[in-house]
């Protein structure tokens, strides 16, 4: 191992962490967005959210599809934390998902009980 891959893994797996990190951000404005009951609003932060889940997604794809080809790959507890940190955001964009759907249908039944 040389310091190049050490400092190699060690950008991707910041950049894994940071998209993730800006992912659980804009999920939270998501969730704030059905306490308003915007949904659509909602959603389209969901979308955004996405975006930067896929990107960190590819990235540690990408280097894990390397070291399957035979490419060497330094073991980083950076990289664990990275993949650990996406994993988590990733089942938080889930729950998000279905919080939202939930409240909508809610809100529309709400909505039919109230004569709106």
């Known amino acids: ?10 950008e991707i797996s910041m950049k894994i962490i940071l998209n993730a990190g800006d992912a659980r951000l804009i999920i939270k404005e998501a969730l704030d967005c059905v306490a308003t009951c915007e949904f659509d609003a909602a959603k389209q932060k969901l979308g955004e959210s996405k975006k930067k889940i896929n990107a960190a997604h590819s990235a540690q794809t990408e280097t ?3 070291e399957a080809r035979g490419e060497k790959i330094a073991f980083s507890l950076l990289f664990a934390h990275a993949q ?4 988590t955001i990733m089942s938080e964009w ?3 998902n ?19």
């Open 1 to 10: 191992m040389n310091d190049n891959s050490l400092n190699d893994i060690n």
């Open 94 to 96: 889930n729950t998000a």
């Open 84 to 87: 650990d940190t996406l994993m």
């Open 64 to 66: 894990i599809q390397g």
């Open 98 to 116: 279905h919080i939202i759907r939930l409240f909508e249908v809610y809100d529309e039944r709400l909505r039919k009980l109230e004569g709106k």
